[in-house]
T-cell receptor, first 112, second 109 residues
Framework: SAVISQKPSRDICQRGTSLTIQCQVD?????MFWYRQQPGQSLTLIAT?????????ESGFVIDKFPISRPNLTFSTLTVSNMSPEDSSIYLC?????????FGSGTQLSVL | GDSVTQMEGPVTLSEEAFLTINCTYT??????LFWYVQYPGEGLQLLLK?????DKGSNKGFEATYRKETTSFHLEKGSVQVSDSAVYFC????????FGSGTRLQVQP
């Protein structure tokens, strides 16, 4: 199994501010994924982060709004920029290892 | 792109009842198929998977069979317990997961 430490676990933020979510993995992984789970909805992939290259964003998500860093093979951050109430969601990071996917515990974000 | 249609919840069952949660998908080629579970207050966990047609994934009494002909991956359990109360997500995967809408299961004693 993979151990993923994600923080913060929850936060309440003001409109217009930014929040950076961190994910630390217990060993090196090639790909890290960031998902969003809006209230009452399914998980949606935001982007795929590979070390040493720019993240690949899914349709509907852009780098200016969700900048991602991947400085090494065990760490990644997702920033939610210029937040609005519509950004209130659970954000999850995920890694793949041995053909299995593992998830962080999630960050519950509320934007006022 | 890939998409998933999953049985709507909530599904409410009595303990020891038989469970089926339907899942059908559309995808290019033959993706791997997964069921994930999210217990209250916890992150997602892999429940089971199948990587090719006719494979059966199983774990904790849950089973699902990869049906290529019907593009389905229905989740079943013969006798549910209160501790199975959770949200279940069906997800085909090629490069990354595509999640279904989730089905909330409530098992009553």
């Amino acid at each position: 199994s993979a151990v993923i430490s994600q923080k913060p676990s929850r936060d309440i933020c003001q409109r217009g501010t930014s929040l950076t979510i961190q994910c630390q993995v217990d060993s090196q992984v090639t790909m890290m994924f960031w998902y969003r789970q809006q209230p009452g909805q399914s998980l949606t992939l935001i982007a795929t982060a590979n070390q040493g290259s720019e993240a690949t964003y899914e349709s509907g998500f852009v780098i200016d709004k969700f900048p991602i860093s991947r400085p090494n093979l065990t760490f990644s951050t997702l920033t939610v920029s210029n937040m609005s109430p519509e950004d209130s969601s659970i954000y999850l990071c995920s890694v793949e290892r041995n053909e299995k996917l593992f998830f962080g515990s999630g960050t519950q974000l509320s934007v006022l | 792109g890939d998409s998933v249609t999953q049985m709507e919840g909530p599904v409410t069952l009595s303990e020891e009842a038989f469970l089926t949660i339907n899942c059908t998908y559309t995808a290019t080629g033959y993706p791997s198929l997964f069921w994930y579970v999210q217990y209250p207050g916890e992150g997602l966990q892999l429940l089971l998977k199948a990587t090719k047609a006719d494979d059966k994934g199983s774990n904790k009494g849950f089973e699902a069979t990869y049906r290529k002909e019907t593009t389905s991956f229905h989740l079943e359990k013969g006798s549910v317990q209160v501790s199975d109360s959770a949200v279940y997500f069906c997800a085909p995967q090629r490069r990354a997961l595509t999640f279904g809408s989730g089905t909330r299961l409530q098992v009553q004693p």
